[in-house]
């Protein structure tokens, strides 16, 4: 089945008790037991598991060909819950261009649970193997990476770690499984914040993971979610599964919106230089072409001059928001650097861009008068 068609109908069964066609909310925090506590209906409490969420897990595993998937209550428990599962004393690789709130899990967190890390550009696989360590035991890919769009070969980089017994996790929240899947590409573990594109227009939280064939991690994970109580909430839940109905449509129109963008900004005397990966001037294209089926929604700029030039720019679009976050149905651009704060690598003069469902016409009509 394609990825269209799995997208409107995965965790959609009618339900049974009412046939209707959109699934209910079930917000129930408790379900009835047997007499010694017996699980009947298959749920007993909301921080274990309830029905929406099931759906939604349900409906993130088939559409990465995972074997089952764990809903967050944000893209970051996601990611914190995999790190978790690692024995202390474990050694984890994060690459160089990564969304930055991981930057500081690792910076502030990690040494705390006695878990050590290494910083890596991903885009050489030599330096990745020589950083291997043999309590190596995760090897974190963001691809395409945050701000910087750099991609990073999923298949190599799998091959890599295997040889060495690490995991590879894959942020696969810039891509969604409409254009990349990694477990596909050899990857263990893939992470959405479904904040983004799966939910798709701004307006809820969450996170995900999808793991491959008997993933040893799986139970471990459930585990952490139910203990540490980073559960997603019921009316959360449905609204990203609401969401990714619309998923693959929206994948499209955000692409061929960005890809128009990233080629009139090419011409632009004031940009310096142009991050999509479906440029064929990106240093990673031929990899890009190789495991994406497109090149999505997000891109990012260099305004020719420093951090002033840049915050002109974004001061004089009318169309496009100022504001954080990315993949919603609404362009928005963003200053990285200073939206970033204190651990952030971008640079001073980088604009990033969440490019919208709207004309693609009006978009580039408004960067190009922000860029005069
Ligand atoms: C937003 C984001 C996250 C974090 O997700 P939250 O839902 O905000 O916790 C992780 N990775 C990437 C690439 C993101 O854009």
């Known amino acids: 089945m394609k990825i269209e068609t799995t997208a409107v109908h995965a965790g959609a069964d009618i339900d049974p008790s009412t046939g209707a066609i959109a699934p209910p909310i079930h917000l129930s925090t408790t379900f009835e037991h047997g007499p010694a506590s017996e699980e009947i209906h298959g749920y007993s409490y909301i921080r274990e598991k309830n029905p929406t969420q099931s759906r939604l897990e349900e409906a993130l595993a088939q559409l990465d060909s995972g074997e089952g998937a764990v809903a967050f209550a944000s893209g970051m428990a996601a990611g914190v819950a995999v790190v978790q599962t690692l024995p202390p004393g474990s050694h984890v690789i994060f690459p160089d261009d990564i969304y930055v709130t991981f930057r500081r899990l690792a910076r502030d967190f990690l040494p705390n649970w006695n878990l050590q890390s290494t910083v890596v550009n991903m885009q050489d696989p030599a330096k990745l193997s020589k950083a291997i360590r043999p309590n190596t035991k995760l090897i974190w890919v963001e691809t395409p990476s945050n701000p910087l769009l750099k991609i990073s070969d999923i298949r190599a980089i799998s091959e890599i770690a295997h040889a060495s017994k690490a995991m590879v996790l894959v942020d696969n929240t810039f891509a969604t499984p409409i ?83 990233a080629t009139a900004l090419e011409d632009v005397p004031a940009v310096e230089e142009v991050f999509y990966p479906g440029l064929p001037t990106h240093k990673e294209h031929e990899i890009a072409k190789r495991q994406m089926r497109y090149f999505g929604g997000m891109l990012s700029f260099q305004v020719r001059g420093g951090q002033d030039q840049a915050t002109m720019v974004a001061s004089k679009v009318k169309l496009f928001l100022n504001a954080t976050s990315l993949g ?45």
Not at 335 to 349: D, K, L, Y
């Open 328 to 372: 919603g149905t609404e362009s928005l651009i963003e200053h990285r650097a200073s939206s970033e704060g204190e651990f952030s690598t971008a640079q001073p003069n980088l604009l990033r861009l969440s490019v919208g469902i709207e004309h693609p016409d009006d978009l580039i009509e408004d960067l190009l008068q922000a860029l005069k």
């Open 179 to 261: 254009i990349q899947r990694p477990l596909e590409l050899g990857a263990d573990i893939v992470l959405y914040s479904t904040t983004k594109y799966f939910g798709g227009h701004s307006d809820v939280q969450g996170g995900a993971l999808v793991l491959g064939n008997k993933n040893p991690i799986f139970d471990k994970l459930l585990r952490i979610r139910q203990v540490l109580g980073s559960v997603s909430s019921p009316f959360n839940a449905w609204l990203v599964l609401r969401g990714l109905r619309t998923l693959p449509c929206r994948m499209e129109r955000h692409t061929s919106n960005a890809a128009a963008i």
